[in-house]
């Protein structure tokens, strides 16, 4: 029952249309501007909620992250009838500390005109605590008899302002606009794929612009991005790409040192769903799939690869999700990262995500395997072994956060291992329906790996490298319990509260002190007193050396 259009700025209109739901004839539009789109967003576009009638719930429901440094808001309206509409607007936010009143420049309640309007809302941070703050406009719209009510949210990142003299990230909150870019590509792709009547795709190309310097200099040279955010701190040339069926996000790696153009690179992820094999499913939750495959390169050689994927049942928000979540560690170079290699679209379809790899299996199966045949007289975990796990992963998240990525969902289940424990981090595309039982929605509709994120994140959803640090010391805690589920008998509504009363993760049975003391350590209450990677990475090779000398 969706819609989507999209209207770039000189360019032939695309219109998909699924369903078309009028809430009115032709009687009213609301949208972004093409100033707004391109400040939000980057894009040089309109974005419709409403067009001539016509709700677009794609864009109604597409949450857009706000930088910090922007501080007020614009929407366009215009009644089309022949008469003003009546309407109510509400502002709601859930968090009054980290962001001042929103205030509207029109009342409360008025009268859509027939002319065009702009209002503006203002977003201004108080400065006081970063946080992400849920931001919901509600407008009621009366058309004779009826009103129909919409809901367009935001997200306002806000920063301490002190931590802008501090260098180190500990207040850091990601930016997210790249990321919102990847999104609004995703819910246009994930549309395109759902769209069983595409009669063609005009040529629509959508013009990069050249400035991109939506997000405040200060935030982004100290914090991380869930994405590719060095895109957003270097401008580059506009360049342009012919069709948005193939998966645009790769716009965002312009900068990178590369010399081949962007069209290229599109070229060389899109890939033609004939050249993949699906063999086995190794994973599979209610909508997901995870298989074991082969993709046979244009050179003729076949690689043994995995391939993430979505069933029939899977909403356009789960495929969305899939894209946007299987993109987060594209074009990462690293022996302990498992970085996306393909993509293939076909028609009518979901996605396949496709990833190299040869005999690795999924951490957390691995580990709960282990524990299965280790009551025999299979293979257990030496904490030698352990260690050495450990150390990769500490090499990998070094990696990313010096590409200025947080991970965010540092966990077992997002990790591979392959028979000679050689580790890669992996994305969490998926892993919410892989594994139920590890994320948990706290009344606010996210599910989120509560068990494993570091009290900040939990409470004000707060991201840095040393929460990073917290997530890496469950991972620990996992590898040497063999991926028993942590703090099993704590409610997750509970967990905070826990947490703050100084309760932590019990030393597992045969974990030595030393990386006992090592796991704690990463679970100090103040961020700042929790190790860096470096530190840990120095600590635990010179536990590992002692180990090899004793034993
Ligand atoms: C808009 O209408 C819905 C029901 O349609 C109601 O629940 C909500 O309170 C209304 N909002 C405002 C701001 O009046
Ligand atoms: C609200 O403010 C914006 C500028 O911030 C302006 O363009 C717009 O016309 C104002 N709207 C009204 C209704 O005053």
Known sequence: ???????????????????????CNGILNIYLNTQEVQKLLGLEAELFYVRQGIVNDYALNFVVPIPSKINSLHFTWESLASKPLPYIIQIDTNDDEALEEPKLNITSSGLIPTYTQVFSLSLQCTGIVSAEVDVTISINITVNPDVTALKLKRKKICTKIESAINSQAVDAVPIRTSSARIFYYAVVCAFVLATTSIMCVAGLYVRRNKQRRTIDETTA????????????????????????????????????PSPKGLQERIAELTIQRCRVCLRNVVLEGTFSRVYQGTYSSEGGTEEEVLVKTVTDHASQVQISLLLQEGMSMYALNHPNILSILGVSFEDNSAPFLLYPLHNYSNLKVFLQRCKICSEGVAHTLTTQEVVDMALQVIEAMHYIHKKHILHKDLAARNCVVDNKLKIKIADNALSRDLFPSDYHCLGDNENRPIKWLALESLINKTFSTRSEVWSFGVLLWELTTLAQQPYVEIDPFEMAAYLKDGY???????????LFAVMAYCWAMNPEDRPTFLQLQVCLKEFYMQLTRYV
């Open 1 to 23: 029952m969706q819609t989507f259009l999209l209207t770039p700025v000189k360019t032939v209109t695309a219109l998909f249309l699924l369903t078309i739901i009028h809430f």
């Open 221 to 256: 040279n100290q914090s991380y991005s869930a994405f590719l955010p060095t895109a957003i701190r270097n401008p580059t040339t506009s360049s342009s790409y012919s069709s948005f069926r193939r998966m645009p996000s790769y716009s965002l790696i312009e900068d990178r």
């Open 504 to 514: 932590r993760l019990v030393q597992p049975i045969n974990c030595p002190d030393e």
